[in-house]
């Protein structure tokens, strides 16, 4: 699993995206209280001192003002606050931070100037307290979000290693949450699979047994009618018996390898080009009675790490079926690099085979015979095994095309 896909990721996430709102809510907050605590204190102070001042300066009385607060009148207001918006303002002075509420009255313009106030120093403050808190706050839901991610990740991960290296018993099991019933489900059917898994294999495998004998008794027979000679009437049915029976033989040999792991890559290499040609000289037979010319072409050498047997079966079923359904035109197997192809003129393939092959349903059925596609179905098996893959394609001018591509890994060309 890489990083960039772990469960981890957006939980780390939300928790620093939650950290981050929190923190804009309650900036947004502190802003609206240091204003308001500005207003209060400052600028409600300035208007109080103008409204105690105004009618003693007005009757001729000294204003006695509390330490750092001034009241100027008329020619008496410093230059560098003349002028100044009706209301309170923030004005510097010779690098002092003045706080000064300009008016006008009968008498002419006035001025409040608040000298001594900290309540800017008081604000920058608050504010750098309050951006050491939000950073401080994000890197806690950061890492708040990378403990719990890893928490929650931990025992999905340890589910996951135990089912990828094929534990006999899944652990979590013993949990009372969600992860437990996960782990309680997934072992079950896991259970479940590997008991269908083992019937299927000993059922073909003892199948496979039983009928090797019948099989090779048929073939001996075979054998027995054919060196004994005699008329081309006996010698036919006896040709068609050694042939049917060799094939199943084969076939039966292809249960019994795909009943087994797949352990390719340990085989030796094979000539699947060698092959593909022996099995075109084999079905030759299958076209000498119809205007049908089956050849290989190609000069590709193609090597496979695989058993034999498989490949013979997976490459003899498309030429035997493409023999089979072909009644004129060509049947050609192609050596290409890494791959062997097969196309025919003929009918092409019905639905139910195609299906069969994993295409969709909406496909248009031809007007090809209606088989079962069981070859077919054995060599999507073979394949998959192999690791090799299975493709399908409508021949120009009628017919189809099938192509098996080998991994390379295993592959030499």
Not at 153 to 181: F, M, T
């Amino acid at each position: 699993m890489r990083p960039a896909d772990s469960l981890s990721r957006p939980i780390v996430a939300a928790f620093i995206l939650f950290g981050f709102v929190l923190s804009v809510f309650f900036a947004v907050l502190a802003a609206l209280a240091v204003e308001g605590i500005e207003v209060y204190l400052v600028d409600n102070r300035l208007t109080e001192v103008e409204k105690w001042a105004r009618p003693r300066e007005a009757a001729g009385f000294n204003a006695d003002l509390p330490a750092g607060l001034r009241f100027h009148r008329g020619g008496d207001i410093p230059l560098s606050l003349r002028g100044l918006p009706a209301g309170v303002s923030d004005k510097e002075v010779d690098g002092i931070g003045l706080h000064v509420l300009s008016g006008a009255d009968q008498r002419g313009p006035y001025v409040v100037v608040d000298h001594e106030s900290d309540y800017e120093k008081v604000e920058l403050l608050v504010y750098s307290m309050f951006a050491a808190f939000f950073t401080g706050f994000v890197l806690l839901a950061f890492f708040l979000g990378r403990f719990v991610g890893r928490r929650i990740v931990a025992p999905v991960r340890q589910l996951v290693d135990a089912v990828e290296h094929g534990a006999s018993s899944l652990p979590l099991k013993e949990r009372k949450d969600e992860l437990g019933v996960l782990a309680r489900v997934l072992d079950a059917h896991t259970s479940e699979l590997r008991e269908f898994l083992d019937r299927e294999r000993f059922f073909t495998g003892d199948v496979s047994h039983e009928l090797r004998t019948p099989l090779t008794v048929i073939m001996g027979a075979a054998e027995i009618l054919l060196e004994r000679g005699g008329n081309n009437e006996d010698r036919a049915p006896a040709e068609r018996i050694y042939r049917a029976a060799q094939e199943a033989t084969e076939c039966v040999t292809v249960l019994l390898l795909l009943a087994r792991s797949p352990e390719v890559s340990l085989f030796a290499p094979v000539s699947v080009s060698d092959i593909a040609q022996r099995e075109t000289e084999r079905y030759q037979y299958m076209v000498a009675r119809k205007p049908v010319s089956l050849r290989c072409a190609g000069h590709a050498s193609v090597s496979v790490r695989a058993p034999a047997e498989l490949c013979t079966s997976a490459i003899a079923n498309l030429v035997r079926n493409a023999c089979q359904y072909t009644d004129q035109g060509t049947v050609t197997v192609l050596l290409e690099p890494g791959r062997i192809v097969v196309e025919d003129t003929g009918p092409g393939l019905p639905l139910s085979v195609r299906q069969t092959l994993g295409e969709g349903a909406a496909v248009i059925p031809s007007s090809g015979s209606a088989g079962t596609g069981l070859g077919l179905s054995l060599v999507k098996r073979i394949c998959e095994y192999l690791g090799a893959s299975l493709a399908h394609e409508n021949r120009e001018g009628g017919g189809s095309r099938f192509t098996i591509t080998f991994p390379s890994e295993f592959t030499q060309t």
